[in-house]
């Protein structure tokens, strides 16, 4: 059964930092990559960054330089550290198997998400 929990969300003051874990069961990086993703509708998660056994992918320009994604797989968890955090980036976050073993931006089976808000 694949499953994933998120972690480390919190209240932060603008230019903090938050680190996230995602940690998973189910199946191993060599199946399935794994994203990071927050939600900006309701019916829209957008897709933040994914690791695989063999790439890290970054999608959006706003949190490149900023967000960093890592991986454990001892552990088998997924991190993503944030740092010089911006009201803009308060959403739930969540991270997701994705629908093969590279990355493609697209979530198949989710955690329950956690909350970021970012706020003075």
């Known amino acids: 059964e694949v499953h994933l929990v998120e972690s480390g969300g919190g209240l932060v003051q603008p230019g903090g930092s938050l680190r996230l874990s995602c940690a998973f069961s189910g199946f191993t990086l060599d199946d399935y990559a794994i994203g990071w993703f927050r939600q900006v509708s309701e019916n829209k998660r957008e897709a933040l960054s994914c690791?695989?056994?063999?790439?890290?992918?970054y999608y959006l320009d706003s949190i490149r330089g900023r967000f960093t994604i890592s991986g454990d797989a001892a552990k088998s968890t997924v991190y993503m550290e944030m740092n010089g955090l911006k009201p803009e980036d308060t959403a739930v976050y969540y991270c997701?198997?994705?629908?093969?073993?590279?990355?493609?931006?697209?979530?198949?089976?989710w955690g329950q998400g956690t909350q970021v808000t970012v706020s003075s």
């Open positions: 997701a198997s994705e629908v093969a073993h590279y990355c493609s931006g697209v979530g198949n089976y």
């Open positions: 690791i695989s056994s063999g790439e890290k992918s």
